[in-house]
């Protein structure tokens, strides 16, 4: 009687695992930056910031991945935005990797059905020499916005490498208790900022995403900001 249980139950699991696969929805952005020569300014999938600034695509951890360098002036922070991705759930997941110097910031850029600005939102980490995983959780409560582009930036004059960058859409009713930090990471509360990106649509709308950070200098992987808007 109990292996009949444990076998339903089984068979139980494994039948109700499609439905739960169903509300993940995986962007499917370029986030190994693959298919640019090295030193190319971009990957497919991918665009630069207007203003100062400069980025290249450099070797990652694996021979078949790489990432993306992103250097600010002392007066801008400089940004790399993905392709527009429609918005599939109410709760975004972003992870990455960074390292560097200076204040790394990972979030999203959000856009109505036409494709015009709306508030984003983005957490802001101080980049160490060392890779450090990101985690992210979004919650998406305008019902406005209709699409979304990752957007990472270096805040004024960092230098950040970002790689293995992987986004999904979750469908919940509640957002988890908080989003997971690396084991090294510690919240801490800043000076209130602003923070300023900009960017251009493909279909030739620019829009800009605001990341100006007056932040403090804190220990490796340490995140500063937690659910910035901008």
Not at 31 to 60: E, L, Y
Not at 101 to 109: L, N, R
Request: net charge neutral.
């Amino acid at each position: 009687m109990i292996q009949k249980f444990l076998l339903f139950a089984t068979l139980g699991a494994i039948c109700a695992l499609p439905a739960f696969a169903d509300d993940d929805v995986d962007l499917r952005i370029n986030g190994d930056f693959r298919g640019a020569a090295a030193n190319a300014a971009t990957a497919p999938g991918w665009m630069v910031s207007n203003g100062n600034g400069s980025t290249k695509i450099v070797r990652g951890n694996d021979f078949d991945e790489f990432g993306i360098e992103v250097n600010a002036s002392a007066q801008s922070a400089k940004s790399v935005l993905s392709d527009f991705h429609p918005v599939a759930g109410n709760l975004l997941k972003i992870e990455s990797e960074v390292k560097g110097s200076g204040v790394a910031t990972v979030g999203f850029a959000a856009f109505d059905g036409a494709k015009n600005p709306l508030p984003g939102s983005a957490q802001s980490y101080q980049a160490s020499p060392f890779w450090s995983k990101t985690k992210n959780y979004f919650n998406i409560t305008n019902p406005d916005v209709k699409f979304v582009r990752i957007v990472l930036t270096a805040e004024k004059g960092a230098a950040v490498t970002f790689q293995d960058v992987e986004a999904e859409f979750k469908r919940t009713h509640a957002a988890p208790a908080g989003a997971p930090v690396p084991a090294a990471a510690q919240v801490v509360v800043p000076p209130a900022s602003a923070v300023t990106t900009q960017a251009a649509a493909a279909t030739a709308q620019t829009a800009v995403a605001t990341t100006q950070a007056a932040l403090t200098a804190a220990a490796p992987a340490q995140m500063l900001i937690q659910n910035k808007l901008y």
